[in-house]
C-alpha cells in the first residue's frame, strides 16, 4: 500500500528523533512491501528563522496532502526566554491543529516491567500499567473567550463545551475501549462545575450505544491521586482539554521517562503524530535524545492506517530492545547507546535481524562503554 507521510521534524532533538521514525519506517516498508512517501517541511523556530512563519503555507498544503502527520518537536530559548517575542514556535502547532481539526489527543501509557525501576513510584504500584487517556483538544477552557478588567487587577477564561464536541471524542473513547478492556473513565468536576455535568450527561447518552463496556466517573482531584495510588486500575481515561492536559503529564512520570511516551492527535482528516516530549535544546547534536516516544508514535500511525500487525511488529521491537536493556542516556546514566543505535537496532529487529549484538557490543553496554561494532 501507498501512503504519503508529512515529515515535520521541527526543533532540537526533534530532527533526531524523527531520523531514526522514518528509519524504522523504512524497514516496516521492506518487511511489508509498503511505500511510504515521506515529504519534508519546516515548522516552529526553525520555519520563523526561514520564513518569519512558525507555519508556512508551503508546510500547511504538505501537511493537508498528506495520508498522516508524523511531527517532532518545537521550541527554542531563543523565543522562550523572549516575552516581548510576538511570533513563537508553539503558535504554528497550534495552528496546525486548528487547520486540522485535530479534536482528540490520544495518549498511551505504559509501564515496562524491565524499566520499573526507573519510575519515581513504587514497582508493585506500577506494574501492570496499561492505558490510554483520551483528551479533547480543541475546546474548553483553553479556548474560551479571556478578559481582562482595564485595571489589570480581574481576569476570566471561559470554560464552554457543547454537545457535538463532547460526543464526537467520546465515541473515539468507547470504540478504544472495545478493542482493550472494555472499560472508559470519564474524569471530570461534576460536583462544581457545570460543563462537566454536561460532560457526564452527554457521555452517559453515548455509553448506551457500546453496551460491553463499563463507564466508570472519577472527579479530577480523585483521578489525580488514583493515578498515583492505582495507576492499572485505568484502561481508557475520557475527560476535556484542561484536565487532560494535566492528567496525562501526570501519567508521563510512570514509566520513568517521557522519552517513551508516545501520542496522536485525530480529527475527521488527516491525524497527527508526536512524542510528548519537547525540543530538549540542552540535548541536541549529542545523539543522546531517546527516539521510542517518537517510534512509538509513528507506530499509531501505523494503526490509523489499518496496518496493525506491522504497528505491532514496531511495539515488539521496541520491547524486545528495552528489555535486552537496550536504552538511552535518560533511563541509564552509565550503561547506554546512542539515539541511533537504538533506531538501528530496532530497524534491525523488524527486519528479522534478530540478534541485537549484531549491531551492538552488548558485553559492552553493561560497562558503560556503548560500543557500537
Known amino acids: 500500500m501507498n501512503f504519503k507521510i508529512a515529515v515535520l521534524s521541527g526543533d532540537g532533538i526533534g530532527p533526531e528523533v524523527i531520523q531514526e521514525s522514518v528509519k524504522v519506517l523504512k524497514a516496516i516498508a521492506e518487511s511489508y512491501k509498503h511505500e511510504f512517501q515521506f515529504n519534508y517541511a519546516s515548522v516552529g523556530a526553525i520555519a520563523i528563522d526561514e520564513t518569519g512563519n512558525p507555519l508556512p503555507d508551503a508546510t500547511l498544503d504538505v501537511c493537508k496532502d498528506a ?29 496546525l491543529r486548528k487547520e486540522l481539526g485535530l479534536f482528540a489527543n490520544i495518549r498511551p501509557v505504559t509501564a515496562y516491567n524491565s524499566l520499573l525501576d526507573k519510575s519515581p513510584l513504587k514497582k508493585e504500584i506500577i506494574q501492570g500499567t496499561d ?14 473567550e479571556k478578559k481582562l478588567s482595564e485595571d489589570g487587577k480581574t481576569a476570566s477564561d471561559l470554560c464552554e463545551y457543547s454537545q457535538f464536541e463532547i460526543e464526537r471524542i467520546a465515541h473515539l473513547a468507547f470504540k478504544a475501549a472495545q478493542t482493550r478492556k472494555n472499560k472508559v473513565t470519564l474524569v471530570d468536576k461534576a460536583n462544581v462545575l457545570e460543563s462537566s455535568r454536561l460532560w457526564r450527561k452527554v457521555v452517559s447518552e453515548v455509553a448506551k450505544s457500546y453496551p460491553k463496556v463499563t463507564l466508570d466517573f472519577l472527579f479530577v482531584d480523585n483521578a489525580a491521586m488514583q ?19 494535566i492528567i496525562s503529564d501526570e501519567g ?36 543522546i535524545a531517546n527516539p ?62 534478530e540478534d541485537t549484538c549484531e549491531y551492538l557490543n552488548c558485553e559492552n553496554i553493561h560497562i558503560g562503554q556503548s560500543i557500537v561494532i
Open 67 to 95: 495520508t498522516a502527520v508524523l511531527f517532532g518537536a518545537i521550541g527554542d530559548p531563543k523565543y522562550d526566554n523572549d516575552p516581548s517575542a510576538k511570533v513563537r514556535p508553539e503558535q504554528g502547532l497550534l495552528k
Open 131 to 144: 492505558m490510554v487517556i483520551y483528551r479533547e483538544l480543541t475546546g474548553g477552557i483553553y479556548f474560551g
Open 227 to 245: 493515578m498515583i495510588l492505582n495507576p492499572s486500575q485505568f484502561d481508557v481515561i475520557l475527560t476535556e482539554n484542561m484536565f487532560g492536559d
Open 252 to 287: 508521563s512520570v510512570i514509566g520513568g521517562s517521557i522519552g517513551l511516551l508516545a501520542s496522536a492527535s485525530v480529527g475527521d482528516g488527516v491525524a497527527l503524530f508526536e512524542p510528548i516530549h519537547g525540543s530538549y535544546p540542552q540535548a541536541k547534536g549529542k545523539n
Open 292 to 353: 521510542i516516544a517518537s517510534i512509538l508514535s509513528a507506530a499509531m500511525m501505523l494503526d490509523h492506517f489499518g496496518l496493525s500487525d506491522e504497528a505491532e511488529a514496531v511495539r515488539q521491537a521496541v520491547n524486545k530492545t528495552i528489555d535486552k536493556g537496550i536504552v538511552t542516556k535518560d533511563l541509564n546514566g552509565e550503561a547506554f547507546v546512542t539515539t541511533t543505535n537504538i533506531g538501528d537496532i530496532i530497524a534491525g529487529t523488524i527486519l528479522n535481524r
